[in-house]
């Protein structure tokens, strides 16, 4: 069974930094492509980052002071979040399990409905 465990999130000041962890449940997982979305109240799933199986990484234009990594070691999924701003506050999920794989990441990648397994979220609150 996929299990993915998100970590890392709680409440910041505007400007903060915080660095978001998703510690996947088998190596098959975190050496596929993965992705960071999140979901404030009232508002649609956004896509924040995705990276592919050979570390190539993806970000929507709307979206900047992020880092995605990953340490396949330690079977885990790292986002890091710079200059935080209010309007950055939602509950962050990481995604695996990529229908079609690597092959369509450039295409699929930045979209949740293309993957599989989902982690339970933590929440990032940033005030002002």
């Known amino acids: 069974q996929v299990q993915l465990v998100e970590s890392g999130g709680g409440s910041v000041q505007a400007g903060g930094s915080l660095r978001l962890s998703c510690e996947a449940s088998?190596?098959?997982?975190?050496?596929?492509?993965m992705g960071w979305f999140r979901q404030a109240p009232g508002k649609g799933r956004e896509a924040v980052a995705a990276?592919?199986?050979?570390?190539?990484t993806n970000y929507p234009n709307s979206v900047s002071r992020v880092t995605i990594s990953r340490d396949n070691a330690k079977k885990t999924l790292y986002l890091q979040m710079n200059s935080l701003k209010p309007e950055n506050s939602a509950m962050y999920y990481c995604?695996?399990?990529?229908?079609?794989?690597?092959?369509?990441?450039?295409?699929?990648?930045?979209?949740?409905?293309?993957?599989?397994?989902w982690g339970q979220g933590t929440q990032v609150t940033v005030s002002s």
């Open positions: 990276i592919d199986s050979d570390g190539s």
């Open positions: 088998a190596y098959t997982i975190i050496i596929n492509p």
């Open positions: 995604a695996a399990g990529l229908i079609g794989g690597s092959g369509y990441f450039r295409r699929r990648g930045l979209i949740g409905s293309w993957y599989r397994y």
